[in-house]
């Protein structure tokens, strides 16, 4: 069974400075995974993905993940946070069920951005 | 192209009564799953619809049930209303390409409260 633990609830950070949001993945097999961010009120935007392809991953908005099988990890980062990244976000994986996919999605993070 | 557009946007219904909201997935996709998002639970998968036919569900009770259309768009249906049902209740569209991941583009949700 695939699963994704998103190490975080929270992550609070000043203008300007990185983010780092963490993400950890089970999988029995190479998993597909992407990071999907929501604003309030808001649906899912997909950032970006991984699909076996390249291991690290670029995004939209200057956010890029890189795949780390030895570590199981996806972890989410931007160089210099804006105000306009406060959201959450959501590491997912992608479980092949009955030939058909279906999105597995973690807890969420929550990023406040500080002036 | 126009995104995926969910109707009502808000909708405030009684325990026990039913409740039916709906989708209109992205033309030219023929998959439209939905997705439930509560403060406890995250956003878990209720079921997948692809040509008329449910091919995919999740760990949901008989109580929700869903419907597609020849033309794509779906309708899920929450009968018997519990408190707990009290959620966002999201719909994606995608193509359907068999064994393969699928990108899902999400709809704003359909924020329903249950008194």
């Known amino acids: 069974a695939q699963s994704v633990t998103q190490l975080d609830s929270h992550v609070s950070v000043s203008e300007g400075t990185p983010v780092l949001l963490r993400c950890n993945y089970s999988?029995?097999?190479?998993?597909?995974l992407f990071w999907y961010v929501q604003h309030p009120n808001k649906g899912l935007q997909l950032l970006l993905k991984y699909t076996s392809a390249a291991t690290l991953v670029k995004g939209i908005n200057g956010f890029e993940a890189e795949f780390k099988k030895s570590e199981t990890s996806f972890h989410l980062t931007k160089p210099s946070a804006h105000m306009s990244d406060a959201a959450e976000y959501f590491c997912?994986?992608?479980?092949?069920?009955?030939?058909?996919?279906?999105?597995?999605f973690g807890a969420g993070t929550r990023l406040a951005v500080h002036p | 192209k126009a995104g995926v557009t969910q109707t009502p946007r808000y909708l405030i219904k009684t325990r026990g009564q039913q409740v039916t909201l709906s989708c209109s997935p992205i033309?030219?996709?023929?998959?439209v799953s939905w997705y439930q998002q509560t403060p406890g639970q995250g956003l878990q998968f209720l079921f997948e619809y692809f040509s008329e036919t449910q091919r995919n569900k999740g760990n949901f009770p008989g109580r929700f049930s869903g419907r597609q259309f020849s033309n794509s768009r779906s309708e899920m249906n929450v009968s018997t209303l519990e408190l707990g049902d009290s959620a966002l209740y999201l719909c994606?569209?995608?193509?359907?390409?068999?064994?393969?991941?699928?990108?899902?583009?999400f709809g704003p949700g359909t924020r329903l409260t249950v008194l």
């Open positions: 997912v994986v992608s479980s092949l069920s009955g030939g058909y996919n279906k999105l597995i």
């Open positions: 999988s029995s097999y190479s998993p597909s």
């Open positions: 033309s030219g996709h023929r998959s």
């Open positions: 994606a569209s995608s193509l359907p390409r068999e064994n393969s991941y699928n990108e899902q583009f």
